[in-house]
T-cell receptor, first 115, second 115 residues
Framework: RKEVEQDPGPFNVPEGATVAFNCTYS??????FFWYRQDCRKEPKLLMS???SGNEDGRFTAQLNRASQYISLLIRDSKLSDSATYLC????????????????FGSGTRLQVQP | EAQVTQNPRYLITVTGKKLTVTCSQN?????MSWYRQDPGLGLRQIYY???????DKGDVPEGYKVSRKEKRNFPLILESPSPNQTSLYFC??????????????FGPGTRLTVL
């Protein structure tokens, strides 16, 4: 089982739609969570951190469910410019070895917003 | 402008010919890391460094070396490249703190092909 699992998609949605991605993680010691966005052939860029109480940044809402070990990303009113791959990232810091396996990346979910 | 730079951006080489990919950041970050990205496998950490002269293996270190002689630079060395090292490579940097380490800044990537 992968440590961080995402539906690879692609999710094809019309402009203006609301779309949600889920991500599950297997390490219960995971401490912090993030969503990154990666455009085709470009570097990943941090989209938002995910906080325990859930957080919102404009049209983007992130949620964390520690009991079920998943995080979600909701995008409202999709724009063409939202087309990208969204990477779920988990930071598991275990024991004294605080550097090892700092971040585990999911393989990403591809979103294609269509006119 | 805060940034992570990598060179070269594209490289085609032959099996066994030593190469170095440079990485430099201007944000005074302590933590630097190298990843490779392969289809369906997501980003996997090769090596990381928590500060000058402090480096350690990530998930897939075989066939790679790194050094951290200065805070800003973190070169990736392939002593004897093989075709299975054909991949897209990213360098990243961040501050050291727990959540801060999840907020990584990535370089533009180096696409390496080993024939």
């Amino acid at each position: 089982r992968k440590e961080v699992e995402q539906d690879p998609g692609p999710f094809n949605v019309p402009e203006g739609a609301t779309v949600a991605f889920n991500c599950t993680y297997s390490n219960s010691a995971s401490q912090s969570f993030f969503w990154y966005r990666q455009d085709c052939r470009k570097e990943p860029k941090l989209l938002m951190s995910v906080y325990s109480s859930g957080n919102e940044d404009g049209r983007f809402t992130a949620q964390l469910n520690r009991a079920s070990q998943y995080i979600s990303l909701l995008i409202r009113d999709s724009k063409l410019s939202d087309s990208a791959t969204y990477l779920c990232v988990v930071n598991a810091v275990t024991g004294m070895d605080t550097g090892r396996r700092a971040l585990t990346f999911g393989s990403g979910t591809r979103l294609q917003v269509q006119p | 402008e805060a940034q992570v730079t990598q060179n070269p951006r594209y490289l085609i080489t032959v099996t066994g010919k030593k190469l170095t990919v440079t990485c430099s950041q201007n944000m005074n970050h302590e933590y630097m890391s190298w990843y490779r990205q392969d289809p369906g496998l997501g980003l996997r950490q090769i090596y990381y460094s928590m500060n000058v002269e402090v480096t350690d293996k990530g998930d897939v270190p075989e066939g790679y070396k790194v050094s951290r002689k200065e805070k800003r630079n973190f070169p990736l060395i392939l002593e004897s490249p093989s075709p299975n090292q054909t991949s897209l490579y990213f360098c990243a940097s961040s501050l050291m703190g727990g959540r801060a380490r999840g907020e990584q800044f990535f370089g533009p990537g180096t696409r390496l092909t080993v024939l």
